[in-house]
């Protein structure tokens, strides 16, 4: 089978060979191209090892010499060479206590995760296959190298991995593998909250983001995230549901745009359900003031998830007013993109149309008509240039004080005040107009 390799892993491949060294392009690379995907990065596996890679190369940076990796710089692009070597016991889950060089290449494949991520490639050898990767390409099989339990007690994040190649690749998770996620799952309380989001994200960011619901059948998600755990079940016993509270965020999070904003707020919109859940006279449910509860709840998780504040923030924000009707009105449109923003206006409505399509597909004609009329008033506004925030009146702060106001809360009512006459009526938002305006609301208050 033919790969083409990018130029500069030839070159880097070709030096280490001219200096006497056995070397491949290995890994997630050669996986991607097998697939017709187009790799990330690329690496390479080598019998060099990181002295002798160091004296080949004229740009080399020591990214983790103790592991036998030198990142060679080749046209300004960074390319991790590795030392073929065998891993030694892991101590802390993650890095293992020692690390002995070697020179076979099957030996190096051996302590890799995954099959599909145990192969390696040169253009003279063609694809290095030990077991059974491009057979588990084929039957679209996520499967452990060698036994699933010591892998995973070699790296717990590795069971993580494996549902996150299921939903990118769209590949099952092999059974044995399976058995062996769930019966280890205890130890993803090892990996650190960093290493985790990054595996969560590209979830959601796949073309399969409903597969979180696996970390719930495998039992990851309970130590993840109880708070999401305990959706599964949470019955929803009204006419607007059709599933449980956590196969109703699944599907939300399958009709939301691939946009990680949106995902994550997809799946924490509705998380404080289960804490606001009560049932009426007639066996209806009720979630009264869930967005505010899922909204404290997706704070404190996220930020547990170790989450940087502006994005937290942006999810927060649209979990508050998921629920909220927007009426197709110029006003009420206006008035809630003043609490979002431009940019999370769109996203909100995104939101909103994915949250109703994952209920009663009964109720969604109407809600879907109302939220499209929303969006396109929303396009007038923009088009229009039409005023929404304090910042766009033609009057601010420094011109109340002009006529009399007092720095402080009071600036700040009275121009909140303005907007919501603007908001109404564009047309107002002119200096002469705005000033008279003020100069009587500060006339009435005394």
Known sequence: MKIILPDSVINILSRLEAGGFSAYAAGGAVRDMLMNRTPHDYDIATSAK?????????????????????????????????????DGEYRDGRHPQNVSFVINPREDCARRDFTINAMMYHPNEGILDFFGGLRDIENKLIRCVGEPENRFREDALRMLRAVRFSAVLSFKIEERTWRAIKKCAVLIKKVSSERILEELNKILLSKNPDFIKKLHECGLLQYIMPEL??????????????????????????????????????????????????????????????HKESSKIALDLLHRLRMDNNTIHDIIILVENHDVRIEPSQPAVKRMMSRTGEALFEKLLALQKADNKAKNPAHFPEKKSRIESAYNIYREILAEHQPYLVSHLAVNGKDLIRIGYRPGREIGDTLKKLIDEVIINPELNNREYLLKAAKDYKRIKR
Not at 234 to 252: L, W
């Open 229 to 290: 755990e305990r959706c599964f079940g949470e019955p929803q016993r009204n006419k607007y549901h059709i599933y449980d509270v956590g196969e109703h965020i699944m599907h939300t999070i399958k009709f939301s745009p691939p946009d990680l904003i949106l995902r994550w707020s997809a799946l924490m919109h509705d998380i404080g359900k289960p804490c606001c859940s009560s049932c009426d006279s007639d066996g209806i449910i009720h979630f009264y003031g869930h």
């Open 50 to 86: 990181p002295q002798d890679v160091k004296a080949l190369f004229k740009r080399t940076i020591d990214t983790g010499i103790k592991h036998g990796t030198v990142t060679v710089v080749e046209n300004k692009t960074g390319y991790e060479v590795t030392t073929f070597r065998h």
